[in-house]
């Protein structure tokens, strides 16, 4: 009895061991945020104005300078693991086809493995006046060619 108990524990550690080396990751939340002329999405801490800011912004796109996807992700693995996180966008200039525009980032695991963690990617610039409206959005997060998670816009 006492020989099949730690058998079945040396095979428990050996599975895990094994099943350790693949990271594994979700994409919590996916906040898109317009930027002011001065690359602010708010004129002050309380979520409040924020919200009350947005949709100011919303209202007179004269006023926007770019935007700004605030991405909460979570990534388990070795510490230090090198992920991939991308936002995929599709917009509507005035008259012209559907554009697309791609924004990457390299993100790390951190030292626990297991905590969540913001990252900003920005679209401002020619790249925002290219792309124009913003219709749609995918936030993916990768491992090398590995799919992790992913979390998108109503209309994608």
């Not at 020619?126 to 979390?151: C, F, H, P």
């Amino acid at each position: 009895m006492r020989r099949l108990l730690i058998a079945w524990l040396s095979v428990c550690l050996l599975a895990a061991t094994l099943s350790a080396g693949a990271a594994t990751g979700r994409v919590v939340k996916v906040l898109p945020h317009y930027l002011d002329l001065k690359g602010r999405h708010t004129l002050s801490p309380s979520l409040y104005d924020r919200d009350a800011y947005q949709a100011q912004l919303r209202q007179h796109p004269e006023q926007r300078s770019g935007m700004r996807f605030d991405v909460q992700w979570r990534g388990r693995g070795a510490a230090g693991t090198t992920l991939k996180l991308r936002a995929e966008l599709r917009g509507s200039v005035k008259g012209n086809l559907p554009s697309q525009k791609i924004l990457e980032t390299e993100v790390k695991v951190g030292i626990a493995g297991t905590a969540s963690r913001w990252t900003s990617l920005k679209l401002t610039g020619d790249d925002y006046q290219k792309i124009g409206e913003v219709s749609a959005w995918r936030v993916t997060l990768w491992e090398g060619n590995q799919l992790l998670a992913e979390q998108k816009s109503f209309l994608w």
